[in-house]
């Protein structure tokens, strides 16, 4: 095996192009995010190997000098379809393609994680120390973006990196909105990177950067922290999603998507209730109580659901057969709506169905990246 095509690299390559290689691979192939798959590990161990063959002078020259370092056991056993042709090795690739190659990759083909814990005691390297300095701007804002699928959506503003600040990003402030309270939080805490689903340059806002505007501004730019928003992409992701996370909270099982650009979500309870039972339910986990419009005595199916301020979805929730549709805010026709078509509609509150998706992509980071993520929560009645 020719370790610099298992790098997927050419002869002459430097040594920052080694361990650039490596990083990205050892991020695609590491154990942690291929749990019980085999041949990933066999091909991690196998880039591993490589790398610290080539990033060694003497141990380079002597390999290059055609004294190839013996096939050991480890590369030779239990090494099935490996097949660089195919996996497209693509030395222009961003962070954020390979990321998200591996993150769609695992929707797929992985129901039941489960860790390998075993494994991963024997692999030579640490999950952060391969990655503890992949933190470039660029490679967050690219990994980010690929993650959320941000450029699928048409949004009311822009999603991404809203506001540059600092270029290499460690430490992350995670919120629901970036309000002056919250980038005061990041400022405390040393935050590179503040990480909002309510960010700033909303479509119908007045553009200009006076008054409360200036101030927020003024303290982000002064502390060179970086913010970036995602408003819709992080309502719609499918796992990491506010969403997504109220189903968790709540232990609804998905088994649709409505409205739209597919951001609402259709699901069951874990057993047929009723409303009377689901509301205290809810109250207990988000802690605070819902405004319902219903019959507490009305069952509950299935249930749509739409975070934030999603009550315009109700025809298109009514659409999908539920029982009772929950979103954030509730308008003053909504209570007709619901009265007059039957279908149950509970306000759980705006900030309270909204604090999820930030925190679970926050979490996810912090895993992915061995990076110090915080999520804040500034506290908001609604
Ligand atoms: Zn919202």
Redesign the pocket.
């Known amino acids: 095996m020719d370790l610099y095509v298992v790098l997927g690299l050419s002869h002459g390559a430097s040594d920052a192009e080694i361990k650039r290689a490596y990083r990205r691979l050892a991020r695609r192939f590491h154990p942690d995010i291929n749990p019980g798959d085999r041949t990933a590990v066999a091909r991690f161990r196998q880039i591993v190997d490589a790398y610290e063959t080539l990033i060694d002078p003497d141990r380079r020259s002597r390999y290059d000098s055609g004294h190839a370092e013996p096939d050991d056991d480890r590369q030779a056993g239990g090494f099935e379809g490996f097949d660089f042709s195919t996996r497209g090795v693509d030395h222009s690739a961003t962070f954020g393609d390979l990321f998200a190659e591996v993150l769609s990759a695992h929707g797929s083909r992985r129901p039941a994680p489960e860790r390998g814990a075993d494994l991963h005691q024997e692999l030579p390297i640490a999950f952060d120390e391969a990655f503890a300095d992949a933190v470039l701007r660029e490679d967050r804002r690219a990994y980010l973006d690929a993650l959320l699928d941000a450029a699928r959506f048409r949004d009311y503003c822009p999603n991404g990196l809203q506001v540059e600040g600092r270029e290499r990003i460690g430490r992350i402030v995670c919120g629901?909105?970036a309000s002056q309270a919250l980038i005061e939080a990041a400022i405390e805490r040393g935050a590179d990177a503040l990480l909002v689903?309510?960010g700033w340059f909303w479509k119908a806002e007045d553009g200009r950067i006076t008054g409360f505007r200036r101030q927020r501004m003024a303290r982000l730019l002064a502390h060179d922290i970086n913010l970036f928003a995602y408003?819709l992409p992080l309502?719609a992701h499918v796992a990491l999603g506010?969403n997504a996370q109220l189903a968790r909270q709540f232990g609804w099982t998905v088994t649709g998507r409505f409205g739209e650009q597919d951001i609402g979500f259709v699901g069951v309870p874990p057993a047929p209730t009723f409303l009377g039972e689901l509301v205290p339910q809810m109250e207990r986990v988000l802690g605070r109580a819902p405004m319902t419009v219903g019959d507490p005595a009305r069952k509950v199916a299935r249930i749509a659901w739409c975070?934030?301020?999603a009550q315009d979805y109700f025809e298109a929730a009514l659409a999908t057969g539920a029982d009772v549709f929950v979103s954030?805010e509730i308008s003053e026709q909504t209570v007709h709506l619901a009265r007059e078509t039957g279908m149950a509609y509970i306000a759980a509150g705006?900030?309270a169905t909204?604090r999820y998706g930030v925190k679970a992509l926050g979490e996810h980071l912090a895993q992915e990246f061995g990076i110090a993520c915080e999520f804040v929560d500034i506290d908001n009645p609604v």
């Open positions: 629901v909105t689903h309510h408003h309502d506010n975070s934030g301020g954030g705006h900030h909204e």
